[in-house]
């Protein structure tokens, strides 16, 4: 009964036409979103996907201010340094310039401020006259609710729909209504404060006469409610304004924080700070970072783990949520639906309409290769950095299961690689992190077939068991640690014989179904040096490739190089440059001690950061050459913010710095620090560890770093390895 829209049977999103507005304004709280134009505005129009999202379904899909029946004039608007509030000036154009009732432009200043709270959006107008004589005016904002299904906005296409429910009018309410095919009653709440002159199904009029220098105040709250779902607390503009602040100040507070000598620096590193705070949802297991806006607000296993990973020696707290969720939603049977197995951790998890019904597999979708393996490095990496053995303790049998997983279920075949193939036509067809229909590929640009082995998710599968035997020896199975090392130390060998391609100097992309090497030089392998995987010789030949002309474009390193047959700058996945993806590159290279490298790729980034909107790094940008005195071309629907990007500038930081911590002892390791270029000093405060909190100052100099301890309060160490 459905029309699924794919490209080559793979989900992906629809760029039917362009953004009406690349500068677009974002807000999320919880598991509620909201994309606004630049005036505060939603309008169904380019690629239509503003609107107010609660749970995956659009509540609000229009919503515009009008003045005397027109769009006001754009004078400014802004998000708040802590994304907690968005605020829009307008002005009324020349209004009846040829009657009775002329209001010359500029006349009136209509300031809009927007924020997000408890499942719902609370907005304070201002209008202020200042002109020299009264002015009478209605003041308009018309309203439409298509209660669509966030894969509908993204391009899927249905062939039934449920039921728009009759609106209900009250003096100062509008409640529009939806009952979907899965009997869920979905409904939008718009309540106003003063009531309307006059309200409608679609629009509510405001009549003003204002008197010079006098203003008028309306509060608009649109309310986001599904059946089934606690009702939110009914609040007003103030109170849910000072909530919020409160809130994100809170999170904001409970990290470590960085200040340097570069301004534009500072900017970034407050904006991504900020995204991740926004991203983070709190639910029962503990805080997890939504992957991003609009398209993945929603748990995903790959990022949340990859985010935690970036941000842990930041905020280590992310890194426990994201461990306790992914360990409570663990696969523990057979569902081929979903690619679920015993032990397999979740790739995504959906709750909008389309997901109940199962007309797209998300409600619960395990088809991703390397979270299981990545949820295991990721409890050996919490663990280095906080200590924490019981938490652990509690995640042990998961640990176990996933490697379980790994092992039974991930090699297929049993050749001591792990791989992956669908098990039905509606899940994706890759399950790497590069998931395009497209993204593994032959020289000659023929697709790779399944089952499909992944270059760097066997370097993820080696890091996990390395990790995982740490983990044993300390819980007390001395034989189970001896078997993961053994077991890791034989698929180093044998990744290295069988991936390594010397016709193209660098690891092969994959190994395709029949065992042969999609010999494309890729992004890829420099995963493998993230993991620990590649020989130092290897490691060597990929660092120099990857930071080639063929490579770096000079804002970054792409995805694949120019030089190869399906390279496009514009791809998803086949020559753009992903953010997240250079940060973990740039770790990989400093772990082998191409720091000089990873400074690069470092300071690439660091000026593409310079031509974002609101210093805010996207999931991806084009991957075209640097040219002088134009900035990085944009991905049309790129997600902003994404989770993932907004961390890699702690990743990167720290890979410079070779920072490290044993909290055993207690210590803060710098092994050979580095600063890049643009930054002089960097000052890091309330770094803890262990029940201690340091404050340092590091300084740059020509060949090293000098680190001052400003403050320490508890019991732990500064260890610089020269």
């Known amino acids: 009964m459905v029309e699924k829209i794919r490209l080559g049977e793979q989900w992906y999103i629809l760029a039917t036409s362009s953004p009406a507005d690349e500068r677009k304004r974002v807000l999320k709280h919880n598991d509620t979103f909201a994309l606004f134009d630049r005036f505060g505005d939603i309008q169904p129009i380019g690629l239509a996907e503003e609107g107010i999202y609660h749970g995956d379904t659009r509540f609000l899909s229009q919503q515009e201010l009008l003045i005397e029946g027109v769009r006001p004039m754009f004078l400014n608007s802004t998000v708040k340094d802590d994304n907690g509030l968005l605020t829009a000036e307008l002005m009324n154009p020349d209004l009846h310039p040829e009657g009775r009732n002329h209001i010359p432009s500029g006349t009136l200043h209509i300031f809009r401020g927007k924020l997000l709270s408890n499942n719902a959006c609370y907005e304070h107008i201002r209008i202020v006259n200042y002109g020299l004589q009264s002015v009478e005016a209605t003041l308009s904002m018309e309203f439409g609710s298509d209660y669509a299904d966030i894969f509908e906005v993204r391009g899927f296409k249905r062939l039934r729909r ?110 991504s700070t900020a995204d991740l705070v926004m991203l983070t949802t709190t639910l029962p297991e503990g805080p997890y970072p939504y992957a991003g806006l609009p398209w993945y607000s929603t748990t995903f296993g790959r990022d ?17 949520g994201v461990l306790a969720f992914l360990a409570a939603t663990q696969a523990t049977g057979h569902d081929p639906a979903r690619d679920a197995e015993p032990g397999k951790i979740l790739h995504e998890a959906r709750r909008g309409e389309l997901a109940a019904l199962d007309e797209i597999p998300f409600r619960c979708y395990y088809g991703t290769v390397d979270a299981s393996p990545l ?107 001896q078997e993961l090392t053994d077991a890791a130390h034989v698929l180093k060998t044998r990744f290295n014989a069988k991936f390594w391609c010397e016709e193209i100097g660098t690891y092969a992309l994959a190994l395709d179904g029949e065992k042969k090497q999609c010999a494309v030089p890729s992004s890829n392998a420099g995963h493998a040096l993230w993991s620990g995987i590649a020989t130092p010789e290897h490691a060597a030949q990929v660092a120099n490739q990857l930071l080639s002309d063929n490579f770096f474009c000079g804002w970054g390193i792409r995805t694949i190089p120019c030089s190869e047959v399906r390279y496009n700058p514009m791809a998803y996945h086949n020559g753009s440059v992903w953010p997240h993806d250079n940060a973990i590159i740039a770790d990989g290279m400093a772990r082998y001690g191409f720091t000089d490298q990873a400074m690069t790729i470092f300071s690439g980034l660091s000026d593409a950061i310079l031509y974002m909107d609101q210093r805010r790094m996207p999931e991806l940008f084009c991957g075209f050459s640097k040219r002088p005195d134009e900035g990085p071309t944009m991905y049309p629907v790129a997600c902003s913010p994404q989770a993932w990007a907004a961390a890699s500038v702690f990743y990167m930081l720290q890979a410079c710095l070779g920072l490290s911590f044993d909290p055993d002892k207690p210590e803060i390791r710098f092994r050979h620090p580095r600063l890049p270029p643009f930054l002089d000093k960097v000052e890091i405060r309330d770094l803890s560890i262990n029940g201690a909190t340091i404050d340092l100052l590091l300084q740059r100099y020509p060949h090293n770093v000098g680190i001052n301890i400003m403050r320490k309060e508890g019991k732990a160490e500064v260890v610089t390895i020269a």
Not at 195 to 215: T, V
């Open 162 to 271: 449920g039921n728009s429910l009759p609106p209900q009018l009250a003096a100062r309410e509008l409640v529009l209504g939806y009952r979907g095919l899965d009997q869920a009653v979905r409904k939008t709440r718009i309540t106003f404060d003063p009531a309307p002159s006059k309200l409608s199904s679609g629009r509510a009029d405001f009549k003003l006469n204002l008197p010079p220098k006098d203003e008028a105040h309306i509060y608009v709250t649109v309310g986001c409610e599904k059946e089934g779902e606690a009702a939110a607390e009914k609040t007003d503009y103030f109170s849910a304004f000072t909530h919020v602040n409160t809130t994100f100040g809170r999170r904001l507070e409970n990290r470590c924080k960085i200040v340097t000598s570069d301004t534009h620096f500072n900017t970034w590193i407050a904006r």
């Open 304 to 320: 949340g783990i990859l985010t935690a990973y970036q941000c842990l020696w930041i905020d280590p707290s992310l890194a426990r």
């Open 375 to 481: 949820f295991v490095s990721l409890a050996g990496a919490y663990y280095e950095r906080t200590g924490d053995l019981e938490f652990i303790s509690g995640i042990w049998d998961n640990i176990r299961n996933a490697l379980h997983w790994i092992d039974r279920y991930g090699d297929r075949d049993g050749d001591g690689f792990v791989e992956y193939a669908r098990y039905s036509d509606t899940g994706l067809t890759h399950q790497g992190w590069k998931d395009s229909h497209d993204s593994v590929f032959h020289r000659d640009g023929r697709l790779a077939e399944a089952p499909i082995a992944l270059c760097e998710v066997q370097g993820y599968v080696y890091q996990a068991k390395l990790q995982a035997a740490r983990l044993a020896r300390l819980l007390g199975e001395p034989r189970l640690a």
